[in-house]
């Protein structure tokens, strides 16, 4: 690399993060998860490696749950987005949420919004995922405290949940 | 000591944890999440070489690179120009057995050679993490790479090339024994000689280290944002090298992602203060992963064990010779060596023990510690020792441990040795016969003894393993808690320890709200942040449950005194005649008359009773000094079928019996010992640290070095037992290390078990390719 690659090219984009339809100028070499931690500092979403491999960062992008280290900021150009702070609230957590918290599916929480949007994605695809299945989807999504079975038990818990119509801020029941 | 045990409303319930609504919806508060106004980025350039003399640095091409602000080099920055401080320092040994530690300094930028591949050589400030990063590659290195000493049996080859020329490669030593061991060989049917060892891997949390350090100069004073597990050890060596009152150095610790050991200080700890204060900007350093795989490792460790017995399956004699291999750098003294001297014997009698072991210097990573910090080292000692014994006897191994265990009648039970504290080890109950026999219970070992027969005939391979554990937790020397009740009746506790997974706000808001008897919703902890409390002691060893755990009790005790003693004078009555019940304090003899806490922390203010009450104010301090650290337990089982074609190992029942005492909350206990049991799996079948003979890294990244994924782990039969500590309080025992200790040596068993043909598993980790030789050796 040469030092002039500091001065990248800079282009505009539009994307709707969370619902929200926004302009933002970026350089070239801007990957997606930098792009949302330090423009709109959505800070939900985690860096955890340098390689693509441990899922702390992944979004929701078209529809489908994708690496935001592994995608540049101008490849989302026209885009929706979606993250962690765009998926429950405080007040009204998505039954995803409520699952992981329910089940004890998070210890030092630098793991889950990723394992959230991963799961968020496996029940939208598959929605009454086996335990085998779940446990196949998330192996992009590295988690060093749980262990995984609380995890495993609270995306199968919220497909459940979503299956018989929960939403996001209505009790699960469980 | 426990008068006030009672029947317990909150303490140990599975409630909700408070920090999940916050980490749940994106708005926790990480290192990298901090961004301040005109704030630098750090980056370093490290040595790519294991061993070599750095003969020139020219700075010339990365100061011209667009947004560099600055390049260090040794001697450039005078606050840097220290060894890093040592955990423990020389001649503050409280070590027992400890007879010989030499330090060598560890500088912040390598002096004249570098010593491990990955070791800081400069360091940049930018105006960008890029211009950082770009600055970083443009700084021009000479080196003279010198020969690499690889291994611990390579340092201490006479000849070898020294690790750091001042100081022999061998650094510590340390001894002790028990019984008479010679009498114990004369005595023996037989004996066994074998190498055991653990490899080198890493804590590996899926956050990285970081710091923000900020320098107000109109203060003169420094916050910074870190990671450290031990931030008050961050507060006082950044005052030291900053030469200023440690007050003034304030280290705020929010959300930590996983620690586990190895976030401890390091370089860019002094570099990014030091450069925060010389260029009055913020600094941020932010370590990626491939630095992490590069920055601290943990274990490495063999041990040649000399084993006597007798043909009855009973223990005579164990002869220990350990040899750890701590890398370039070691700040930690022989506290893990110490701690595998100290569990080795388990729940085992053994009527002689000697031990002996050796810290060794390597151009690799430095050591750290991680869960388990040399017990699961010990563990894989003991129970491979009486697989080994099970073997030679024909005796089955779940009957030769019931021959050596400690009877429930003995405890509590001690075994002669001295606790690194310099107090004399004391089991302080449980009942480990029980506990084997319901693991094996709830494993269902005899069927498992049956279908391995039947599975053979098929020429399919099962096996069984057992490891038990013991976790001396709880080491002090203190921990402290302040709590406050404000005049609306909510509830504060202020902690010195912070948090990196441990739910501190949901486990001690429960000890709070039972023993100030207030509803568990109006209490809120807050850590980790060292201007609340004066000092603590640090998140690690699983010290924090027993030594916070009781502070905060201490307090509410406290506390709930001090309202007695507030509302008699209010209500003008004796202090006998106060009652306490639902956040109000009233006449016993006329329930009507009284007070709310909310009532009373308003009349805290300016009430002249509290003279002599401590000042105004509802609140109340303790701290808990432990005597010496209590004793949790564990046993797992594993039932196992290895695939001969490809060495690869499959689970087929997992049970866990654990003791940790009494419960802050069942389901975080249960979440520590899960999680906690997977790092013991990734340690047993995959993850190590691999560095070839010339002290290359090759293990750098996830994809070399396998840590357990979502579809590598079992379900786990768990049963936890609760035996209270007489040895404080509250009757907790420490939870973290239940779970890491015992999967090395329950799959070694295993595996050795499903292969039969009199192999011998001595090392780990099994990974397939290794199980697969140790299966084409045995034929
Ligand atoms: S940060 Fe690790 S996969 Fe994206
Ligand atoms: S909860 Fe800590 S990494 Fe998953």
């Known amino acids: 690399m040469t030092t002039k690659a500091v001065e990248g090219e800079r282009h505009t984009i539009q994307v709707t993060v969370n619902g929200k339809r926004q302009a933002a100028e970026v350089d070239s070499h801007t990957l997606l998860v930098e792009f949302l931690r330090e423009s709109f500092r959505l800070t939900g979403t985690h860096v955890g490696c340098d390689t693509s491999q441990c899922g702390a960062c992944v979004v929701e992008f078209e529809g489908n749950s994708v690496k935001s280290c592994t995608m540049l900021a101008v490849q989302a150009d026209g885009g929706r987005i979606t993250t962690i702070e765009g998926v429950g609230s405080r007040e009204a957590l ?30 939208r ?35 459940q949940a979503l299956a018989s119509g929960a939403q996001a801020g209505v009790k699960s029941g469980a | 000591m426990r008068s006030e045990m009672k029947a317990l409303k909150v303490l140990g319930q599975p409630l909700r944890r408070k920090e999940d609504l916050r980490l749940l919806t994106g708005a926790g508060r990480f290192v990298d999440d901090v961004k301040l106004e005109s704030m630098l980025y750090l980056a370093t350039v490290r040595s790519p070489y294991a061993h070599a003399r750095i003969l020139a640095i020219d700075k010339s091409e990365a100061l011209a690179v667009a947004g560099v602000v600055d390049v260090i080099v040794p001697g450039d920055c005078p606050e840097l120009d220290r060894p890093l401080p040592e955990v423990l320092e020389p001649g503050t040994l409280s070590n027992p057995y400890c007879d010989l530690h030499l330090t060598n300094p560890h500088h912040v930028l390598a002096r004249g050679k570098a010593t491990f591949q990955g070791e800081p050589v400069a360091m940049v400030v930018a105006e960008s993490k890029l211009a950082a990063a770009l600055g970083a590659e443009a700084v021009h290195v000479e080196y003279e790479e010198l020969p690499a000493v690889h291994s611990a049996e390579d340092a201490m080859r006479p000849g070898a090339p020294r690790v750091h020329d001042a100081n022999p490669n061998i650094i510590g030593h340390l001894k002790t024994a028990i019984g008479d061991l010679d009498a114990a060989f004369r005595k023996a049917d037989f004996v066994i000689e074998e190498r055991l060892a653990i490899q080198r891997l890493a804590s590996m949390p899926i956050e990285g280290r970081g710091i923000v350090a900020s320098w107000d100069a109109r203060r003169e004073e420094m916050t910074v944002w870190s ?27 929010g959300d930590v992602g996983g620690a586990f050991g190895g976030k401890g200080l390091i370089a860019e700890d002094l570099a990014a203060a030091a450069l925060s204060r010389r260029l009055h900007r913020p600094v941020k350093w932010i370590e990626s992963r491939s630095e992490n795989f590069v920055s601290a490792h943990a274990r490495d460790q063999y041990h040649d064990v000399r084993v006597a017995a007798r043909n009855d399956g009973t223990l005579l004699g164990i002869d220990l010779k350990i040899v750890k291999d701590v890398g370039a750098y070691n700040h930690y003294e022989m506290v893990q060596t110490t701690n595998t001297v100290n569990h080795v014997l388990s729940h085992y009698k053994v009527p002689a023990f000697r031990a002996e072991g050796w810290c060794v210097v390597t151009n690799k990573v430095q050591m750290r510690p991680t869960r388990g910090a040399g017990r699961p080292e010990a563990s894989f000692v003991m129970d491979r020792v009486l697989d080994f014994v099970a073997a030679r006897t024909g005796i089955d191994p779940l009957e030769v441990r019931l021959r050596n265990i400690i009877p429930a009648e003995e405890m509590p039970y001690s075994n002669g040795l001295t606790y690194r504290d310099n107090v004399a080890i004391s089991y302080d109950g449980g009942d480990y016969p029980r506990m084997l026999r319901l693991a094996a219970e709830r494993l269902g070992y005899a069927d498992w003894r049956k279908r391995q027969a039947d599975a053979r005939k098929d020429g399919r391979l099962i096996g069984i393993g057992i490891s038990s554990s013991l976790e001396a937790g709880g080491v002090g020397p203190c921990e402290g808690a302040r709590i406050t009740i404000d005049d609306k009746g909510r509830v504060s506790v202020y902690l010195g320890v912070n948090s990196h997974g441990q739910s501190h706000e949901t486990t001690f808001a429960q000890v709070c709200a039972e023993y100030l008897e207030v509803p568990y919703e109006s209490v809120r902890v807050v850590a980790g942040d060292t201007a609340l409390m004066r000092y603590g002691y640090g998140t690690g060893a699983s010290r924090v449950g027993v030594n916070a755990g009781n502070a905060v009790m201490l307090a509410a005790l406290a506390l709930k005194q001090k309202i007695r003693a507030l509302a008699a004078h209010v209500l003008g009555v004796g202090e006998d005649d106060v009652r306490l019940e639902a956040q109000r304090a009233f006449v016993a003899s006329d329930p009507d008359r009284g007070r709310t806490f909310a009532q009373l922390a308003q009349a805290a203010r300016a009430n002249k009773r509290m003279i002599d009450l401590g000042g105004p104010g509802l609140t109340a301090t303790e701290f808990f ?9 564990a046993v797992h089982m594993v039932a196992v079928e290895v695939d001969p074609g490809t060495g690869i190992v499959g689970v087929l029942k997992y049970a866990i019996v654990h003791d940790c005492g009494v419960p802050m909350n069942s389901a975080v206990v249960d979440g520590q010992l899960q999680g906690g049991t997977v790092q013991g799996i990734g340690a047993a079948l995959g993850e190590e640290m691999v560095y070839d003979v010339s002290g290359q890294l090759l293990t750098g990244s996830f994809m070399d070095y ?33 779970g890491p200790v015992s999967p090395p040596a329950a799959f070694a068993g295993a595996v050795e078990d499903a292969i039969g043909k009199r192999c011998r598993i001595t090392r780990m980790p099994l990974t397939p390719q290794r199980v697969f030789e140790i299966i084409r050796d045995a034929k």
């Open chain 1, 125 to 159: 695809k598959n929605p009454s995922p086996s335990e085998a299945e779940i446990r196949d989807w998330l192996d992009g999504n590295l988690c060093r405290c749980t262990g995984y079975n609380n995890i495993v038990r609270a995306v199968s818990e919220a497909a």
């Open chain 1, 94 to 123: 998505h039954p995803m949420q409520e699952a992981f918290t329910e089940c004890h599916a998070l210890q030092c929480g630098y793991c889950t919004p990723g394992m959230v949007m991963s799961a968020c994605d496996l029940v």
């Open chain 2, 706 to 738: 396998p840590m357990p994924r979502a579809a590598d782990v079992p379900p786990f039969e768990i049963e936890h037992l609760v035996t209270p500590t007489p040895k404080n309080p509250l009757g907790v025992r420490a939870a973290g290390e239940g």
């Open chain 2, 227 to 253: 990671t450290d597990q031990v931030p008050y050890r961050l507060r006082d060596a950044l005052a030291r090298m900053l030469d200023i009152h440690y007050d003034r150095v304030r280290i705020i610790s």
């Open chain 2, 625 to 633: 000094y432990p005597e010496t650290v209590t004793w949790s337990s």
